[in-house]
C-alpha cells in the first residue's frame, strides 16, 4: 500500500514552453501532497505544500507564478513548470501524506531538461 | 527553525561489514524522524521513522536507527551490508505533526565493496 506515481518519469522540452508533471497516490487519498525539487548530488529542497481544494503554500524563494500547484482531487496534484528555462532543469519529486500514518510516500520523481 | 546534518557524504563499507550513518538535528522540542534511501534516477523509500516510544526503530532491510535526545542523534545501522544497499541514505524531520512538510539532510552516499 501507499504508492506514489509520477508522470512522465523523464521530459524534455525547449526552452519557453510549460511542461506539466502529474502526481498521484494510487491506493490511498492524500489531502496534502508536497513538490521538491533535487540538483544533481544534492539534497531535496520543499517547493511547495499542496493542500486539496485550496491554493499551494510556496517556500520562500520559489515563484508561485512559474510553478503553478493544483491539487484538484484527493489521488491528483499537478505541478506546471510555466515558461521553462535551462535552470529549471531539474529532477522533481513530489511526496503524499498518508494520514493513517501521518508518514510521506514518495513518487519516482521526473527529470526535467530545457533545453 | 529546524535543521538535520549528515556529517559523511560518502562511506565506503565492504560487503558484510557493519555500517551506520549519522544523522543529527536541531529543534527545540522533539521531532519527527525518518529515514529514506534513494537508489540513482529514483524516487525515495522509507526505511523506518520514530515518533515516541522505544528509541531503538527496526525498518525495512534489516536497518534498524536509534534516537537519542541527549545527542540529538538518529544514526541509522545495519549489521551486516549487502551490495544491493549502496544508494543515497537522507535522514529527514517533521515538526509540530509528522505529517508536515520535512527538512532532509544533506545525504550520504553509500558504496559497498565486494
Known amino acids: 500500500g501507499a504508492v506514489v506515481s509520477q508522470h512522465p518519469s523523464r521530459v524534455i522540452c525547449k526552452s519557453g514552453t510549460s511542461v506539466k508533471i502529474e502526481c498521484r497516490s494510487l491506493d490511498f487519498q492524500a489531502t496534502t501532497m508536497f513538490w521538491y525539487r533535487q540538483f544533481p548530488k544534492k539534497s531535496l529542497m520543499l517547493m511547495a505544500t499542496?493542500?486539496?481544494?485550496?491554493?499551494?503554500?510556496?517556500e520562500q524563494g520559489v515563484e508561485k507564478d512559474k510553478f503553478l500547484i493544483n491539487h484538484a482531487s484527493l489521488t491528483l496534484s499537478t505541478l506546471t513548470v510555466t515558461s521553462a528555462h535551462p535552470e529549471d532543469s531539474s529532477f522533481y519529486i513530489c511526496?503524499?501524506?498518508?494520514?493513517?500514518?501521518?508518514?510521506?510516500?514518495f513518487g519516482p520523481g521526473t527529470r526535467l531538461t530545457v533545453l | 527553525a529546524q535543521s538535520v546534518t549528515q556529517p559523511d557524504i560518502h562511506i565506503t563499507v565492504s560487503e558484510g561489514a557493519s555500517l551506520e550513518l549519522r544523522c543529527n538535528y536541531s529543534?527545540?522540542?522533539?521531532?519527527?524522524l525518518f529515514w529514506y534511501v534513494q537508489s540513482p534516477g529514483q524516487g525515495l523509500q522509507l526505511l523506518l521513522k520514530y515518533f515516541s516510544g522505544d528509541t531503538l526503530v527496526q525498518g525495512i532491510k534489516g536497518f534498524e536507527a536509534e534516537f537519542k535526545r541527549s545527542q540529538s542523534s538518529f544514526n541509522l545501522r545495519k549489521p551486516s551490508v549487502h551490495w544491493s544497499d549502496a544508494a543515497e541514505y537522507f535522514c529527514a524531520v517533521a515538526t509540530g505533526n509528522a505529517g508536515n512538510m520535512l527538512t532532509f539532510g544533506g545525504g550520504t552516499r553509500l558504496m559497498v565493496k565486494p
Open positions: 529543534y527545540g522540542a522533539t521531532p519527527y
Open positions: 511526496s503524499a501524506r498518508f494520514v493513517s500514518t501521518d508518514t510521506q510516500y
Open positions: 499542496s493542500n486539496e481544494g485550496s491554493k499551494a503554500t510556496y
